[in-house]
T-cell receptor, first 114, second 112 residues
Framework: DQQVKQNSPSLSVQEGRISILNCDYTNSMFDYFLWYKKYPAEGPTFLISISSIKDKNEDGRFTVFLNKSAKHLSLHIVPSQPGDSAVYFCAASNSGGSNYKLTFGKGTLLTVNP | SQTIHQWPATLVQPVGSPLSLECTVEGTSNPNLYWYRQAAGRGLQLLFYSVGIGQISSEVPQNLSASRPQDRQFILSSKKLLLSDSGFYLC???????????FGEGSWLTVV
């Protein structure tokens, strides 16, 4: 039972354009959402998070949007840079519940072409 | 600032041999500690987490075990490795359970 889904295994964009990475979840108890970036053979790096009380959070070139009714979140990277090429993982948790773990999607490989 | 370090970075072990991966966190007290595994083509799977010394919760039945002998030390072990134990193992820590976690560099394990 995959509670966090990243349906696009890969995405390719041109440098300078917008990258939009999508994530869907099924557990309505999730109230905290995160995005991580991972380079090959390295640990994931925390990028940005959003609580369910918000619908948008912005940090520099990265913006996360949350649509609770659709159980959908997205990560926008503007403008995209070649150094953004990596695997991006979406994660979710029920921060106030008894199941404390972060549930991760399977990741989307972003390639930004110069 | 907080840092997390795990070792060894790469490991090639024969089937049936033991395993020990070690992780330490610096710059924080009483962190929550985690072991994740990323198998080829798959997402990040939580294996164990710990909220304190000697307190280990296992998420999935498996051939592995974890221990926390000190506040900022987390160890992943196996007595006899299986081929299916191959993967990329990640140690992580957090201040609050269910909140942002921070990962180590990862350890590649190949069981041959």
């Amino acid at each position: 039972d995959q509670q966090v889904k990243q349906n696009s295994p890969s995405l390719s964009v041109q440098e300078g354009r917008i990258s939009i990475l999508n994530c869907d979840y099924t557990n309505s108890m999730f109230d905290y959402f995160l995005w991580y970036k991972k380079y090959p053979a390295e640990g994931p790096t925390f990028l940005i998070s959003i609580s369910s009380i918000k619908d948008k959070n912005e940090d520099g070139r990265f913006t996360v949007f949350l649509n609770k009714s659709a159980k959908h979140l997205s990560l926008h990277i503007v403008p995209s840079q070649p150094g953004d090429s990596a695997v991006y993982f979406c994660a979710a948790s029920n921060s106030g519940g008894s199941n404390y773990k972060l549930t991760f999607g399977k990741g989307t490989l972003l390639t930004v072409n110069p | 600032s907080q840092t997390i370090h795990q070792w060894p970075a790469t490991l090639v072990q024969p089937v049936g041999s033991p395993l020990s991966l070690e992780c330490t966190v610096e710059g924080t007290s009483n962190p929550n500690l985690y072991w994740y595994r990323q198998a080829a083509g798959r997402g990040l799977q939580l294996l164990f987490y710990s909220v304190g010394i000697g307190q280990i919760s296992s998420e999935v039945p498996q051939n592995l075990s974890a221990s926390r002998p000190q506040d900022r030390q987390f160890i992943l072990s196996s007595k006899k490795l299986l081929l299916s134990d191959s993967g990329f193992y990640l140690c992580a820590w957090s201040v609050v359970l269910g909140n942002t976690i921070y990962f180590g560099e990862g350890s590649w394990l190949t069981v041959v």
